[in-house]
Structure formats: structure tokens, C-alpha cells
């Protein structure tokens, strides 16, 4: 369970960097929750990983990181170097992402959700808070709602404010992708939006991320 991790914690890493099959080493969490726009895979969607100091280097990428009961608790995936070795940077995908794409691995496709719009990339800042009546920064802005999408069927518009999704409270644009994505398709969720200074609650269908 890579929510448990935390930074200190000792972790090993298993790879082949430079051809060296086998190799382990040792480490600990540096942070948990890592983003950065160099480690997103695809832009806009943020992904949260362990960052450790255990030596990671060229061919260790898809190897097991470890807690020190032998747990694989992420899959080691980057290095930020200037020199093009490991310099006590090296990031994990955590295990607990990777366990709810394994059905989709064993079937030969990883099935996504999508409801069809562009939210700001940038954090809330005070003043839009203020704008929307808020009384701290939270959410995620519609700045689009193309036409044929679930979300334009369900009446969503832009500069709707998502307050929740399914439940669930957004307090960042990424929380809003995240949950999206790992929806099935064909699943009815509400969304609670903050429009005009108003709260609605609109039914979206969740369709299928052709990627």
C-alpha cells in the first residue's frame, strides 16, 4: 500500500542499470506526492510520485521499488540529472496507480474515462476565489465545454466551478482529472459545479478516452 509510505522511510530498488542485471539499492523516501511538469507523461494531468534517493539510473526503469518488508510499493520510472547519471533524484510511480491498470494490462487495454473539457492548469488563485464566492482557493475551472461531449449534454459551461465529483471534493484541477479518468465508462456520476454564485448538481456520463 504506497498511500502508507512516507519520506525517511528505507526502500531498495531492483533494476539493470548500464546492463548490470540484478542490482539493488538502497535508499529512502525523499517525498511522497511528487509532481513536477517534467515527470508528466501527459500534459495537463499531473501524476504523484515517490521520490527517492536509492540509485537509479538508466535501466532501472520498470523495476520494483521496495519497502524494507520486501513490499513493491512503486515501479521506478525517471531520474531528474544533469549529468546523466543518478544524483539522489529518482522517482517511482506508486504502486497503488499501477494496481488499478493491471485488469486492463491482463485484458490488452487500459480503458479510461473522459467528460469532455479543458479545465485551467493553474492553481486558484485568491482573487478567483473571492470571484466565486469562496472563502479559500479550491476547484477546478471549466475554461471549455466542446460541443458533443458528455459534460455539454449535461449542461456544464464554462467558467463553471467543479466543486465535487461523484462525492468527492476538488481542490485542484488534477483531482478532477484523476477521478475522471479512473471512472468506467457508461457510469452516470453528479458533479457538483458553483455557477453565478449558485450550487448545481449535474449528471454526467463518463464515455471512453481515445487515446
Excluded at 136 to 160: E, L, N, R, S, Y
Excluded at 162 to 169: D, M, Q, S, T
Excluded at 182 to 202: Q, W
Amino acid at each position: 500500500d504506497s498511500s502508507q509510505m512516507a519520506a525517511g522511510d528505507w526502500v531498495m530498488a531492483i533494476g539493470n542499470p548500464f546492463g548490470f542485471s540484478n542490482t539493488v539499492t538502497v535508499g529512502v523516501v525523499s517525498a511522497v506526492g511528487r509532481t513536477d511538469p517534467q515527470l508528466r507523461p501527459v500534459d495537463g494531468r499531473d501524476l504523484e510520485m515517490i521520490q527517492t534517493d536509492a540509485a537509479i539510473n538508466r535501466g532501472n526503469s520498470g523495476g520494483p521499488l521496495l519497502n524494507v518488508r520486501g513490499e513493491v510499493v512503486g515501479i521506478n520510472t525517471a531520474i531528474v540529472s544533469d549529468q546523466g547519471g543518478n544524483i539522489g533524484i529518482g522517482f517511482a510511480v506508486p504502486i497503488h496507480l499501477v494496481k488499478e491498470i493491471l485488469p486492463g494490462l491482463r485484458n490488452g487495454k487500459v480503458v479510461r474515462g473522459r467528460i469532455g473539457v479543458n479545465v485551467s492548469a493553474l492553481p486558484m488563485s485568491e482573487a478567483d476565489a473571492k470571484e466565486y464566492g469562496l472563502a479559500k482557493p479550491g476547484g477546478a475551472i471549466v475554461i471549455d465545454v466542446p460541443k458533443g461531449g458528455p459534460a455539454a449534454a449535461a449542461g456544464m459551461k464554462a467558467d463553471d466551478l467543479v466543486l465535487a465529483f461523484n462525492g468527492k471534493p476538488i481542490t485542484r484541477s488534477d483531482d478532477l482529472i484523476s477521478l475522471v479518468t479512473r471512472t468506467a465508462p457508461g457510469t452516470v456520476v453528479p458533479i457538483k459545479v458553483m455557477r453565478a454564485g449558485k450550487e448545481l448538481t449535474l449528471s454526467v456520463k463518463i464515455e471512453e478516452l481515445d487515446l
